[in-house]
T-cell receptor, first 115, second 114 residues
Framework: AQSVTQPDIHITVSEGASLELRCNYS??????LFWYVQSPGQGLQLLLK??????LVQGIKGFEAEFKRSQSSFNLRKPSVHWSDAAEYFC?????????????FGRGTSLIVHP | DAGVIQSPRHEVTEMGQEVTLRCKPI?????LFWYRQTMMRGLELLIY????????DSGMPEDRFSAKMPNASFSTLKIQPSEPRDSAVYFC????????????FGPGTRLTVL
């Protein structure tokens, strides 16, 4: 079965600084990978996803993520954080062919942005 | 499309009362998921349906919880009787089996059991 680890519970950055949120997964085959964002009081919204092809994927709101098979990682990045990026971020891994259809979510990383 | 619709958005009830949460998935989606989110346990998958049929309910915490999907456009999650430890935010999500597991979430129902 697949699993996801987000090692950072909280991350604090200053507005305008760069951001990297870590995500490590465990799955035997090629995974489908996702990053979701949850703003306070709202549901989760998809930021970006990786299925195959180019390992650097672009998402909404200026986010990008890079799939590194050798490190089993799918870290989320943004070059310059805005105060509105303060939210909870969830990494998720979905199995490919032959596995369970259902994606597994990490525990989330809370992003705090200082002015 | 209006997205996934959940009602009510907030529910406050007393211990022992029955609670029913409702969800309308995105039209055409064939998977529906119920999640529970708490500070202690994070986001937990409770149950999911495919083409209105429950596939896996292993995440349902107790027999007090039940879920139904009578048709492709409606699902309910019922707690009877409710307990204070059921207080959480409950999310419904839907997806297309052809879209590689991408899920679309509703805004959630915040349940408080006193």
């Amino acid at each position: 079965a697949q699993s996801v680890t987000q090692p950072d519970i909280h991350i604090t950055v200053s507005e305008g600084a760069s951001l990297e949120l870590r995500c490590n997964y465990s799955y035997g085959a090629t995974p489908y990978l996702f990053w979701y964002v949850q703003s306070p009081g709202q549901g989760l919204q998809l930021l970006l996803k990786y299925f195959s092809g180019d390992t650097l994927v672009q998402g909404i709101k200026g986010f990008e993520a890079e799939f590194k098979r050798s490190q089993s990682s799918f870290n989320l990045r943004k070059p310059s954080v805005h105060w509105s990026d303060a939210a909870e971020y969830f990494c998720a891994v979905g199995a490919g062919t032959g596995g369970s259809y259902i994606p597994t979510f990490g525990r989330g990383t809370s992003l705090i942005v200082h002015p | 499309d209006a997205g996934v619709i959940q009602s009510p958005r907030h529910e406050v009830t007393e211990m022992g009362q029955e609670v029913t949460l409702r969800c309308k998935p995105i039209s055409g989606h064939d998977y529906l998921f119920w999640y529970r989110q708490t500070m202690m346990r994070g986001l937990e998958l409770l149950i999911y349906f495919n083409n209105n049929v429950p596939i896996d309910d292993s995440g349902m915490p107790e027999d007090r919880f039940s879920a139904k999907m009578p048709n492709a456009s409606f699902s309910t999650l019922k707690i009877q009787p409710s307990e204070p430890r059921d207080s959480a935010v409950y999310f419904c999500a839907s997806s297309l089996s052809s879209s590689y597991n991408e899920q679309f979430f509703g805004p959630g129902t915040r349940l408080t059991v006193l």
